[in-house]
Every structure is written in C-alpha cells, then in structure tokens.
C-alpha cells in the first residue's frame, strides 16, 4: 500500500512541475505576443521621446536613424502653410539639427509630448496616427501637429517606413478620432 501511495504522490508532483511550467510557457508566449502587438506603438512612443531632450543633453541621430527607419524612408512635413517638404531621414535629421541650432535650443532644450494616439494592426503593418504638441520651455506656443506613421515589421522588428505631417487650422480641425 504504502508503494501506492508513493506512486500517486509522485504522480500528483509530476503534474503540478508538469503545470507550472505549462503555465510559465504560456506567460512567455503571452508576453510576446502583447510585445509584437504593442511594439508598433512603442516605437512611435520611443522615436518622440527620442527626440525630446533637456538642456546639453542633444538626441543621438544616429541611434535615431538606425534604430526606428528604414533605409529608404520617406518624411514628408508641412513646412509652412503652402509647402510641404519630402525628405529621406537624413535631410529630415539635418532640418531638426538646423532648427536646433537656429534657436539655440541646445542651451533651453525641447519636447515634442504625445496627446493621443491611435493604432491600427494588421499583419506585419500598423499605422499610428499622433496628435503630438511641440514645447520650447519657456515659450507658450500652443501648437498641435498631427503625424501619420506607417511601420512595417521585418524579423520581428518594427520600423518606420513613412511619416506624413500636417498642421491643424480652422479649416484643417484636428481629426475625430484624435480629440
């Protein structure tokens, strides 16, 4: 009796351990799927504030470039009220370091916040649409932007294949879906 009695312990231990590690290869699995699934709009989150930095503290355009792009990426911006401007990610990088220069803001620092954002998935592509608002600290500015992103997931890895921007006026209100 008493060799029963160890065969159905040893049963009853075999299947929590047997239990318990279903349970963390489902905690794993779990985790990469959410990973995969909100890695499109982590990025986007990672690329803003990227590119925010404090005073002294300039963002490292070269991290910038490899880690949220694509080689041949497109940057299109409105770049005044009747000009939109088309760019790859290095002339985009050097319009940010001239701005940056221009107004000294290495020495004030600058944030570009993110006030909503909204993802759509599908497959191995997303697109995030972002209401974003530049700041200069000390400067009230007031000013919205919106910014549609397109990524494409390639070995797993998320990365930007185009950004178009467009600024809100009152014949161009802020979209529905980002109020």
Same mark, same amino acid.
């Given at each position: 009796?008493?060799?029963? =009695?160890?065969?159905? =312990? ?17 905690? /794993? ?29 300039? &963002?490292?355009?070269? /991290? ?16 005044? =009220? ?8 290095? /002339?985009?990088? /050097? ?41 200069? &600290? ?20 998320? =990365? ?12 161009? &209100?802020? &979209?529905?879906?980002?109020?």
């Amino acid at each position: 009796m008493n060799s029963l =009695k160890l065969k159905v =312990k040893s049963m009853q231990i075999k299947n929590v351990i047997i239990r318990g590690v279903l349970i963390v290869i489902f905690l /794993q699995v779990g985790s990469l799927v959410q990973a995969q699934t909100n890695g499109a709009e982590e990025l986007v989150r990672e690329l803003y504030a990227s590119i925010s930095f404090e005073p002294g503290d300039l &963002p490292d355009w070269e /991290q910038i470039k490899e880690r949220y792009f694509i080689d041949q990426a497109v940057i299109t911006l409105r770049t005044s =009220k009747e000009k939109v401007s088309v760019w790859t990610v290095d /002339q985009w990088i /050097q319009d940010f370091v001239d701005f940056i220069d221009n107004r000294e803001l290495e020495n004030i620092g600058f944030n570009e916040n993110i006030a909503t954002l909204k993802v759509m998935q599908f497959g191995d592509m997303a697109h995030v649409l972002v209401l974003y608002e530049p700041r200069i &600290p000390g400067i009230n500015s007031n000013r919205q932007g919106v910014d549609s992103i397109h990524l494409i997931r390639v070995d797993g890895v998320w =990365k930007i294949v185009s950004l178009l921007n467009e600024l809100p006026t009152a014949e161009r &209100p802020i &979209p529905e879906d980002l109020r």
